[in-house]
């Protein structure tokens, strides 16, 4: 599965755009209300329509929280009104087919079509089909992970759990909370010490253990080896120049990262078993994530896309931020800059620039405190008018508030030039 193009109609904060996208990662960057969160839930009502097809698990539709209002003046008075229809379109790759699919809601009462999805719903069917038959069918993966993900009600869980035994299909336990922007991370240690389990009872390790500690380490920053300690009964990760420590004990940020990827790579395994080992570099499939900088140290915040790229190079990846450090590493063509009226466009540049630079040509945001950009700027104005002495003064100044700066060391050294050239002219009979 890959999304090449998805247009929104009357969802959240978009009245009518059309967005194209890189087949692999894309990094949607913009203010805050541009919209980067409401294009991952557009995104993840296109994707969730494979799951009319899937019986047991339900796709993700558009609800009263996805409608666009807008105010509508009534003589001196304006009124928010909510805009109908709300519509998804989506166009890609789907088990190899390319098609388009749409879901849409008409009305206040209504609920959301399925007539327009049919395409991806009847190859959903088929792949549904082949995998009660025992074909070695590759299923995409899909999977949501909100702002909230490690946050999970334990009775969803048990509940989707149980829905899912009955179907018998173990192959598509993959696609649980696929949707649902949350981490199961009960379900993926359970899953770990039923797997360290059979590897001591077995004397190795099964290729889906394998897969998923090694998608683990390589995308987590300076971790050496994961595995599940059955005296701890939990993860322990080994870091460079530290000691193992217990998943729980981890920070925020290093928990958020390491369910995902684990999350990632054993629905990879669980969904196509028959790639052994290699499920998570070779299974296709779409994967969003919300602020995927959250928590995260600059040091993983440079190396987060290029480690997921490398990981899992067959998925799709949209990911929002508001981190330089992560749109400095990211290809310019992969970075997709949403704008308050619904448009979008790509940097000239991303890769080569520094942060304040990111800040300054890519955010449009000052890099600097916004008191001692004033005062610099004053400082430019001075040296201009070759106001030394003055310049000299705030210099000064600066320094007493705010400490040694690139910028007056810098200018300080302009002044120096430009009084050595002056005497030298002097000195010219």
């Known amino acids: 599965m890959n999304i090449s193009e998805l247009q929104l109609k009357n969802f959240r904060c978009f009245k009518e755009s059309r967005f194209q996208f890189h087949r692999q990662f894309n990094l949607l960057i913009g203010e805050n209300a541009s919209g980067k969160s409401s294009l991952l839930e557009g995104l993840a009502v296109g994707v969730g329509s494979w799951f009319l097809g899937i019986r047991g698990y339900d796709s993700k539709t558009i609800d009263k929280s996805h409608v666009r209002v807008a105010p509508i003046a009534h003589l001196d008075t304006k009124q928010l009104e909510r805009q109908y229809p709300v519509s998804v379109s989506c166009s890609g790759m789907v088990m190899s087919k390319r098609i388009s699919w749409d879901r849409e809601l008409t009305g206040v009462d209504g609920s959301t079509t399925r007539t327009g999805a049919k395409s991806i719903k009847e190859l959903a069917v088929d792949a549904e089909r082949r995998v009660r038959r025992g074909e070695a069918v590759d299923l995409p993966l899909i999977a949501y992970y909100g702002t909230k993900r490690l946050w999970v009600n334990p009775k969803e869980v048990e509940k989707a759990m149980d829905s899912g035994s009955k179907q018998g299909g173990e192959r598509l336990d993959g696609y649980f909370f696929s949707t649902d922007d949350r981490i199961h991370v009960k379900g993926i240690l359970a899953w770990l010490r039923k797997q360290r389990y059979q590897s001591l009872e077995s004397s190795r390790d099964s290729a889906a253990f394998t897969a998923v500690k090694r998608a683990i380490v390589a995308c987590s920053e300076g971790c050496r080896t994961a595995e599940y300690s059955v005296k701890e009964e939990t993860l322990m990760l080994e870091f460079a120049g530290r000691e193992s420590l217990p998943f729980h004990l981890l920070s925020d940020g290093q928990r958020s990262m390491i369910a995902m990827l684990a999350d990632i790579a054993l629905k990879a395994v669980t969904l196509n078993p028959h790639?052994?080992?290699?499920?998570?570099?070779?299974?296709?499939?779409?994967?969003?994530?919300?602020?995927?900088?959250m928590h995260l140290h600059p040091r993983w915040q440079r190396k987060v896309v290029k480690s997921l790229k490398n990981a899992f190079p067959k998925l799709q990846f949209f990911a929002t931020t508001h981190s330089p450090q992560v749109i400095r590493e990211t290809p310019h063509d992969e970075i997709m800059v949403l704008k308050p009226d619904g448009s979008w466009d790509r940097p000239p540049q991303s890769i080569g620039l520094d942060s304040s630079e990111v800040l300054r040509y890519i955010m449009d945001t000052e890099s600097i405190n916004g008191d001692v950009a004033q005062e610099l700027e004053k400082l430019d104005q001075l040296l201009a008018e070759a106001e030394f002495e003055k310049a000299r003064e705030l210099i000064s100044s600066i320094r007493s508030k705010y400490g040694e700066l690139s910028r007056t060391s810098g200018a300080e050294a302009?002044?120096?030039?430009?009084?050595?050239l002056a005497d030298q002219e002097a000195d010219t009979p």
Do not use: F
């Open 275 to 293: 790639l052994g080992d290699l499920a998570p570099s070779t299974t296709s499939g779409v994967v969003l994530i919300d602020e995927i900088d």
């Open 414 to 420: 302009y002044i120096a030039r430009m009084e050595l």
